[in-house]
């Protein structure tokens, strides 16, 4: 089941203001804006191999139409936070996927048997539960010397309600043997960037995971 992604899509502007947990520890180069790229690109409609330049309608498209690896990159079983007993868990990653704008993460959360348990909206995102998103997953650059959290931002025309809309899927509400397709997006990696590492809380690290880079 996929769940939905709570950014604003379509042809109005997404401002990203917040790239929430970027460290940048070898360049002193803020990462692109999506927006901004996407708004100031003229791409060439016969072009092929050019890297997307991303919109709300096609951050969309990449996290709900993106081809998924057949077969996982890599799984690793853990447990989630709960406000009682730790709730055993499966993730597969199934996509890391590198643009000039930004990069796609895809994984996959299953549970161990078939007690459908509730998840603690906590279990992504331990310090801000009540968004009720995953934005507390990290992606690991080791190239560039980074730790990467998915773009946060708020809709041009609405700059002063609420906390910062997440690029990245809803927390999910509950755990089967079929799995939950979960998706985020990050800043771009550095152009030299082979593999990266998912850190989750609560699993152990999920290391050397190939990057697929757009349109190659």
Do not use: H
Request: proline share 10%.
């Amino acid at each position: 089941m996929k769940t939905p992604v709570r950014f604003v899509v379509g042809t109005a502007a997404f401002a990203v203001v917040v790239l929430a947990g970027l460290a940048a520890c070898s360049s002193d180069d803020p990462a692109p804006d999506p927006a901004t790229s996407a708004a100031s690109s003229d791409p060439d409609p016969t072009a092929t191999d050019a890297d997307p330049a991303w919109t709300g309608a096609s951050l969309a498209t990449a996290l709900f139409d993106a081809p998924i690896a057949a077969a996982p990159l890599a799984t690793v079983t853990g447990a989630l936070a709960s406000d009682t007993t730790p709730i055993p868990a499966t993730i597969e990653v199934t996509q890391v996927r590198a643009s000039a704008d930004s990069t796609l993460v895809t994984f996959t959360l299953k549970n161990v048997d078939d007690s459908d348990p509730t998840v603690n909206p906590k279990a992504f995102n331990a310090d801000q539960p009540g968004t009720f998103d995953i934005r507390g997953i990290t992606l690991i650059d080791a190239v560039a010397k980074q730790r990467l959290q998915p773009y946060v931002g708020r809709p041009v025309d609405d700059l002063e309600v609420g906390l910062p809309l997440c690029a990245c899927s809803d927390a999910p509400l509950q755990m089967s043997t079929e799995g939950q397709l979960l998706s985020a997006i990050f800043p771009p990696l550095d152009e030299g960037t082979k593999t990266v590492t998912l850190e989750l809380v609560g699993f152990p690290l999920l290391e050397d995971l190939p990057v697929s880079r757009a349109g190659k």
